[in-house]
């Protein structure tokens, strides 16, 4: 099967670096637009009979990017692709991820769905928030970790076990702060937010489990959304101590004021990565530090095309 690669347009640079490193061309698109009342349209501008098709396409809000995808997955389907990938730096709806209170669907699994009858057979996922909430889906799918390309931007900034320390966000994400402390450096002590959320801007505080008094923090989470969060965890940790504080996540999806509130903290600078369209303002580029995904998808890419482990990429 050829390998064919198309994008949708919610970020189509990342689509033509992950094309640039595997030293193809994007795939031909007819049409990407939409209708006089709204809707998507979408064609294709070459055949893919008997190929091996990838759309590239983050989900984030507006919808519009949810619904672009699935048309070009129904399009691939419909011109007799051999397989297809859906390949989503940024899982939209990913943190509605169970049902923590009655009459609230879990959106994340009904993502899934709609993504597999459109005709996806695979997902390939970055950094997904609840890597549990696609357990039952009939979907294959493979995760990948942002660390390989966070880790340079960490040692960079001088991270190391003397002073300073990894911490993780909330309780769940625990694992993944380990992982990537234990990749830093062996011995990077770790803490941990406890934290209580009512909702997505109702954060409170309860306990930060660790010693940060007087040390260098790595405030570290898979996604920065409002800053909130980020906001209320930085306070936390100044008040027990912090020397300072930098964050490290993998999507910046940065809605609302985010930008302006993560501008006006006394967190230094924020390591993100590509994954979404996302550019600092001019005038504060130093607060922002972007680290490319794209190679690491290249790679997953080519491993699934070539029927090879994508697991194979962490060891």
């Given at each position: 099967m050829?390998?064919?690669i198309?994008?949708?347009?919610s970020?189509?640079p990342?689509?033509?670096?992950?094309?640039?490193?595997?030293?193809i061309?994007?795939g031909k698109v007819e049409?990407v637009g939409?209708?006089t009342?709204?809707?998507?349209?979408?064609?294709?501008?070459?055949g893919?009979?008997g190929?091996?098709a990838?759309?590239?396409?983050?989900t984030q809000?507006?919808?519009d990017?949810?619904?672009?995808?699935?048309?070009?997955?129904?399009?691939l389907?419909?011109?007799s692709?051999?397989?297809?990938?859906?390949?989503?730096?940024?899982?939209?709806?990913?943190?509605q991820?169970?049902?923590?209170r009655?009459?609230?669907?879990i959106?994340?699994a009904?993502?899934?769905?709609?993504l597999?009858r459109?005709?996806a057979?695979?997902?390939?996922?970055?950094?997904l928030h609840?890597?549990?909430?696609l357990n039952?889906?009939?979907?294959?799918i493979d995760?990948?970790?942002?660390?390989p390309?966070?880790i340079?931007?960490?040692?960079?900034?001088g991270?190391?076990?003397?002073?300073w320390?990894?911490?993780?966000?909330?309780?769940?994400?625990?694992k993944?702060t380990?992982?990537l402390?234990?990749?830093?450096?062996p011995?990077?002590?770790?803490a941990?937010?406890d934290k209580?959320r009512?909702e997505d801007?109702?954060?409170?505080?309860m306990n930060?489990?660790?010693?940060?008094?007087g040390r260098?923090?790595?405030l570290?989470d898979?996604?920065?959304r409002t800053?909130?969060?980020?906001?209320e965890?930085?306070i936390?940790?100044?008040e027990?101590?912090a020397?300072?504080?930098v964050?490290c996540?993998?999507h910046?999806v940065?809605a609302?004021?985010?930008?302006?509130n993560?501008?006006?903290?006394?967190?230094?600078?924020?390591i993100?990565?590509?994954s979404?369209p996302?550019?600092?303002?001019?005038?504060?580029q130093?607060?922002?530090?972007?680290v490319?995904?794209?190679?690491?998808?290249?790679r997953?890419?080519?491993n699934?095309?070539?029927n090879?482990?994508?697991?194979?990429?962490?060891?």
């Amino acid at each position: 099967m050829a390998l064919k690669i198309f994008s949708g347009t919610s970020n189509l640079p990342l689509a033509q670096e992950i094309c640039g490193h595997l030293q193809i061309n994007l795939g031909k698109v007819e049409h990407v637009g939409r209708f006089t009342d709204g809707e998507v349209r979408v064609e294709l501008g070459e055949g893919v009979r008997g190929d091996d098709a990838f759309v590239i396409q983050p989900t984030q809000a507006p919808s519009d990017n949810l619904v672009e995808v699935l048309l070009f997955i129904d399009a691939l389907r419909r011109s007799s692709a051999g397989r297809i990938t859906a390949v989503i730096p940024y899982y939209g709806y990913a943190c509605q991820d169970k049902r923590d209170r009655p009459h609230v669907p879990i959106s994340a699994a009904l993502m899934a769905n709609l993504l597999h009858r459109a005709g996806a057979q695979r997902l390939l996922l970055l950094d997904l928030h609840n890597e549990a909430s696609l357990n039952h889906s009939e979907l294959l799918i493979d995760q990948l970790y942002a660390a390989p390309v966070l880790i340079p931007a960490c040692q960079a900034i001088g991270v190391n076990e003397a002073d300073w320390t990894i911490v993780s966000s909330d309780t769940g994400r625990v694992k993944a702060t380990r992982g990537l402390a234990k990749r830093l450096a062996p011995n990077l002590p770790v803490a941990i937010i406890d934290k209580r959320r009512q909702e997505d801007r109702d954060i409170k505080v309860m306990n930060v489990i660790g010693n940060v008094e007087g040390r260098n923090l790595l405030l570290f989470d898979d996604m920065i959304r409002t800053a909130t969060t980020l906001i209320e965890d930085s306070i936390a940790l100044f008040e027990h101590g912090a020397k300072r504080i930098v964050s490290c996540a993998t999507h910046l999806v940065c809605a609302g004021n985010a930008v302006k509130n993560i501008i006006e903290s006394k967190v230094e600078f924020v390591i993100g990565t590509n994954s979404l369209p996302f550019k600092p303002p001019a005038d504060h580029q130093d607060r922002f530090r972007i680290v490319s995904v794209a190679n690491l998808l290249a790679r997953a890419i080519q491993n699934i095309h070539n029927n090879e482990s994508v697991s194979a990429l962490f060891v």
